[in-house]
């Protein structure tokens, strides 16, 4: 086969700098490589070699060894010492076959030696297999700079975790939702990060696909607490993949819902909250309350409810107008709440001008002067009424009701006895509290079959 027909579809248009001060191995060479399509350079010593090389950047270099001069291994050694040009193959082309000259060239970094006198057909064959393994790398550099630009822009943080928990790489996404420098979370563990017993959670899980990959499933997404740099809570939801590449690795995508939490809690909040007084409003009161019950027959403590009513309140609202009934209802509120000062204490509006407070772990005697002290506090404000019939000033009454609560009962009871209190209240005069005990309709079942 003529080495002119050789053919090479991978790269026609590849670059190639030969290096030779024989004129006729030059010739030759140029001819053979123009043969084959590619682009050629040439180079009669070292010194002009390594300026054609920055120029032009070939694709691949064939250099002589013995020149006059900077000789082939110097040339080669200030070639992978340049960085424009120290990622371009070298084949070293020589009649010193000896094993230490080939060393030598293959320790500078060449890819191939060739043995002189050249056959044209292995040379051709040669530089072929360098100029497709050059492509095949490149294609693999730009597929992995791809990659690592796809990784480096992308909104969500990634980790690569190993089997034992430790961090091995973090994307400038992950660093940044969570406080680090680059690089810095590397070699430390998600036992840094997260809870305990979340941490262990995983690991466990870590454990058992090293074990057996091919039946442990996928962990999917959860909602996890990370702990940022500076000490404080990020919410983030977590996506953990298994991988397998010589070893169990994972790859944890984190999302920052911190946010979109804060805009849920701001809605659950807005849902549990009075619009206008800012308090709780009758639906988180209604769960509060029931959450209390359970909790009172577990305990066999007391628990008081207090219900309150603005006297004349329409009254209020015709001789002033409407705005002057939301200012009032709004430091009306204000007082009830600074009344409530325990976790297991809420106040409420009820509705219209009613408020109601429960307070966990009171009996009634208890109960009555938390009562007293909150429409004392209300008659101090000295909010004119001009058309009360009772005080000059805005007054409440209320009505007191405490229960050790059992199985039998049931809230609604709690609310008529607390409810029949204050319209004693507001018969007895208005602004005044009125208390009652209200037995427990289990405990009266019992003493009746008792009694039989």
Same mark, same amino acid.
């Given at each position: ?254 999302? &920052?819902?911190? $946010?979109? =939490?804060?805009?849920? +809690? #701001? @809605?659950?909040?807005? %849902?549990?909250?009075?619009? /206008? ?31 309150? &009513?603005?006297? $004349?309140? =329409?009254?209020?609202? +015709? #001789? @002033?107008?409407?705005? %002057?009934?939301?200012?009032? /209802? ?123």
């Amino acid at each position: 086969m003529n080495p002119g027909s050789l053919s090479y579809a991978t790269r026609r248009d590849a670059a190639i700098l030969i290096v030779d001060d024989a004129p006729e191995n030059l010739g030759a060479l140029r001819k053979l490589m123009v043969e084959q399509g590619y682009q050629t350079f040439v180079a009669t010593s070292g010194e002009r070699a390594l300026k054609i090389a920055r120029r032009v950047h070939p694709d691949l270099i064939l250099l002589d060894i013995m020149m006059p001069g900077m000789d082939g291994y110097e040339t080669c050694r200030q070639l992978k010492s340049h960085e424009a040009t120290q990622r371009i193959p070298v084949i070293f082309m020589s009649a010193r076959t000896d094993t230490d000259d080939v060393v030598a060239g293959f320790d500078l970094g060449a890819v191939d030696y060739i043995s002189k006198p050249l056959r044209m057909a292995e040379v051709c064959a040669r530089v072929r297999t360098q100029l497709q393994i050059r492509s095949r790398s490149e294609t693999h550099e730009e597929q992995a700079e791809r990659l690592r630009t796809i990784v480096n822009n992308m909104a969500e943080g990634l980790l690569i975790i190993e089997a034992d928990g430790r961090i091995q790489f973090t994307n400038p996404a992950c660093d940044k939702y969570l406080g680090y420098q680059a690089d810095e979370l590397a070699g430390s563990t998600i036992a840094d990060l997260l809870n305990p017993l979340v941490a262990q959670e995983y690991l466990d899980y870590f454990e058992r696909y090293a074990a057996a990959p091919q039946t442990a499933h996928n962990h999917g997404t959860r909602e996890v607490i990370i702990r940022h740099r500076n000490g404080s809570s990020v919410c983030m939801d977590l996506t953990l993949t298994p991988m397998y590449l010589r070893q169990p690795l994972f790859i944890g995508l984190l999302h &920052d819902i911190t $946010h979109h =939490k804060q805009s849920e +809690d #701001t @809605l659950l909040r807005a %849902a549990m909250v009075d619009p /206008l007084t800012k308090i709780a409003n009758r639906r988180h009161f209604d769960s509060f309350l029931e959450k209390e019950w359970q909790r009172a027959m577990r305990s066999g403590q007391p628990l008081s409810l207090v219900v309150l &009513d603005v006297d $004349h309140f =329409k009254l209020y609202n +015709d #001789t @002033l107008g409407h705005p %002057a009934g939301d200012s009032c /209802l709004q430091q009306v509120a204000a007082a009830i709440a600074s009344h409530a000062l325990r976790p297991t204490d809420l106040a409420a509006r009820y509705g219209g001008e009613e408020f109601v407070l429960l307070f966990a772990e009171t009996d009634g005697d208890a109960a009555y002067l938390l009562a007293e002290a909150i429409r004392a506090h209300i008659e101090s404000l000295q909010i004119p009424h001009p058309r009360s019939t009772t005080s000059p000033w805005l007054t409440v009454s209320i009505g007191v009701a405490t229960i050790h609560p059992h199985q039998l009962d049931n809230t609604e009871s709690l609310f008529v006895a607390a409810d029949r209190a204050m319209y004693v209240a507001k018969e007895g005069g208005r602004n005044q509290v009125q208390a009652t005990k209200t037995g427990s309709a289990s405990l009266a079942a019992v003493k009746a079959l008792v009694m039989r």
